[in-house]
C-alpha cells in the first residue's frame, strides 16, 4: 500500500506542479504518443518474456500493493513444522510419509491454506524431508540441496523483475521516438500558421516527457519493489532450511522451530513468547 500512495505522490506532485506553472492540463492530453509509447513498451514487454514468466509478473506485481509474507503467516509455517517434527518423534520418521506424499490429503498440512497456495514451497519442503525419511543424505549434503533448490528458485521468480526493468530502461528512448515522429510531422506543416506548429512541438515534447516519467517514475521503482518483495520470500526458505537441519541433527522440535525464528527479519519474526505460546496450543491439542 506504501508503493500505491508513492506512485500517486509521483502524479500529483507533477501535474500538480506544471498547472502551478501555469500549465494547461489537457494539453498533455496527447492520445497518439500515448499509443505509440504505451504500444512500444507493451511489445517489447511481450518480445523479452515467455508465457510462464508473464503469468509469474502478473502475480509478483501484486506483492507491490500488500507484502507476500506477514509475521502471522510465518508464525504458521513455524507450528507446522513443529507439528510435523512431534509426529516423527512420536511415530517415527516413517509416520511422516503420508504427509510428505500426499500432502492435499495431510491432516497437518490441511490447517495451514496459506501454504498449501505456495505450490513451490509445498515442494520444497516434502521433497526435502522425504530425504530426512530415507535417509540417504547426511546433514551437509541436505544443506546443499536446499541451497541448490533456493538458488533455483530465486533466480526464477527475478527474472520477471530483470524484464520489468528493462523495459523501464528502454521507456526514455521510446519517448525520444516518439518525439522524433511529431517533429517529422511538424516539419510537414511547416508552411502552417505558428499555433499549429507550436501545437505539433508541444505534442512530439510530450512524448519525450511521457517515457522519462513512466521509467523513472512508475516502472523502474515497481521493478525494485518487487526485487525487494522477492528477497523475502527467500526467507521463508531459509526459516524451513533452518529447521529442517536442526531438527535432523536431532534437536527437538520446539528448538529446531526457534532456529527457523531467528532467520527471519524483525518485522515479521514472532517473539519467542507468541512461537512457544502456538506451539503448546497445538500440542495441547
Known sequence: MVSVFGLVIVIVAVIGGFMMEGGKILVLNQPAEFVIIGGAMIG????????????????????????????????????????????????????????????????????????????????????????????TAQTHELEDLMEVDMEAHHEEINAAPTIIQKVGDSLPGFGIVAAVLGVVLTMGSIDKPPEVIGHKVGAALVGTFLGILLAYGFVLPISTNMEFANKNKTKLYECMKQAILAFQKGIAGVMAVEFARRTLPNEVRPSFQELEEACNKTRAG
Not at 83 to 99: M, Q
Not at 111 to 119: P, T, V
Open 44 to 135: 517489447s514487454l511481450l518480445a523479452a518474456t515467455s508465457l510462464s514468466n508473464l503469468k509469474r509478473m502478473i502475480g509478483q506485481l501484486k506483492d507491490v500493493i500488500s507484502p507476500s509474507m506477514s509475521k502471522k503467516q510465518y508464525l504458521d509455517i513455524m507450528v507446522m513444522l513443529f507439528e510435523l517434527f512431534n509426529v516423527a518423534r512420536k511415530d517415527g520418521l516413517i509416520a511422516l510419509e503420508k504427509h510428505v506424499e500426499t500432502p492435499n490429503e495431510s491432516s497437518v498440512f490441511s490447517k495451514y491454506k496459506g501454504f498449501m497456495n505456495d505450490h513451490h514451497a509445498v515442494h520444497f519442503l516434502c521433497d526435502t524431508l522425504r530425504m530426512v525419511i530415507t535417509g
